[in-house]
């Protein structure tokens, strides 16, 4: 189970992908999955997500001539100041 929504999270974190939409989506409770997907991985969806979206913006950041603010959006986080946050919270380093 968990193998098959970490594969659903990889193919749909450009939207706005939850926790509430993958319970939905495998017909779980929201706190079994939270609690599952914890023990399973030893992170937390959201951290997990977070994770995912910000290693696809470095690729691109690195790949592309797209502004932070464009990438921001292809890896679905909606708002820049909270990408430009999220980015250094996960690498430690700035988006420039």
């Known amino acids: 189970t968990i193998a098959r929504i970490i594969e ?13 939409d993958i319970a939905e989506k495998f017909h779980m409770n929201t706190v079994y999955v939270c609690q599952l997907f914890k023990k ?5 969806f959201v951290h997990f997500i977070n994770r995912l ?4 913006a470095k690729g691109l ?3 592309t001539d ?9 890896v ?5 100041n909270y990408f430009f946050r999220l980015f250094k919270k996960v690498t430690g380093q700035t988006v420039k």
Do not use: H, P
């Open 53 to 56: 979206r910000i290693e696809k």
């Open 61 to 63: 950041l690195l790949s």
């Open 40 to 44: 399973k991985t030893g992170v937390t």
């Open 8 to 20: 659903y999270a990889e193919e749909n974190y450009r939207s706005s992908i939850t926790l509430t």
């Open 66 to 74: 797209l502004t932070a603010e464009q990438i921001a959006e292809k």
């Open 76 to 80: 679905g986080v909606k708002n820049n």
